[in-house]
């Protein structure tokens, strides 16, 4: 047992110096990684816990916790810390942790960027950022006037979640850039815990299952049922799945899910466009239809509803490990997506 935890020990050097070397070449990585060994790996776990009913990635974060809090609690009960023990221990697991994240999904944070694959300049000025908003803003309100039929009514989504998990299932489709993968979804089994914790799902890079909470309100189930299985296709990027959330959504058949995709979008680019000019885009706000808006304060208020002291710390340490893995702007990089955007709706209206 102790030559194992030595080997592991032994290995996190190792692990970090092959880290440096190949975050560097990005190419490796998509063409022998992300290309090849992924979608094989990906293809062995689904085959394994895409028909299983229930999380099996939440299960075991839960036994991780059990097993934390355990030994935690013989710790005290001994009233003795061998702090030799507890640093090699943990030294091993964070070891052992580390290789199957990075084998399994975590190498897919050095390839290469999407926005090099479709040749957007994600670069833009205030004059473009404010011609995407208002295709943005049009958009959302022909949507809201379909759905609707009160201007003043925020739209309401009769069918239940389970049926639009299999709606952006059956439709998920990136024809931007072909991915040799085809995602799917669960709902977590932690979803009042996630709600608490401030997140709308999340991906198991240690089972590769997408998971959605299922508590957030249905125009935000539907863009993070996409955005958690673009994670799957390799998309380690939180700007680039948010991406190509929007465009699954604003693609698909259905008239709901094109406005949660529409809407999710605005978001974004109404709150860079306000860095860049206050007054205009309260201007730009002001067109919105008032049924829209009140969609959009309702989501809002579901986050304000599970505000609690622990939440930011959370999300604090979340930007640390996005910032550890190659997303320098941490939490900040889910806006990027408006680069995206503004390079998506630019191409299509030439």
Known sequence: MKK???????????????????KNHPSWIETYYSQKFYPFLFSIYRFFFDKIPFSVGDLLYGIIVIHIIKEVFMVIKKRKIQLYFVLRNGLSALSLILIVFNINWGLNYYRIPLNKKLNYNVSYNEIQLEKTLNILVIASNKLHEKLSNSDSVSIRISYPKNIIAKQIEDEFNFDLYKFKISP????????????????????????LESHVNDKIPKLSYMVTSAHEMAHQLGIASESEANFIAFYNCIKHSDPFIQYSGYTFALRYCYSEFYKLNPEKAKEKIRALKQGVLNNLFELSEFWIHYKNPIEPIIKKGYDSYLKANGQSRGLKSYNDMVGLVVAYLEKESK
């Open 4 to 22: 194992i935890h030595k080997l592991f020990i032994g290995l996190l050097p190792i692990q970090w110096l092959g880290l440096l070397l190949i």
């Open 184 to 207: 799917y979804i669960k709902n977590s089994i932690w979803g009042t815990i996630l709600s608490y914790m401030g997140y709308s799902g999340y991906l198991n890079p240690f089972t």
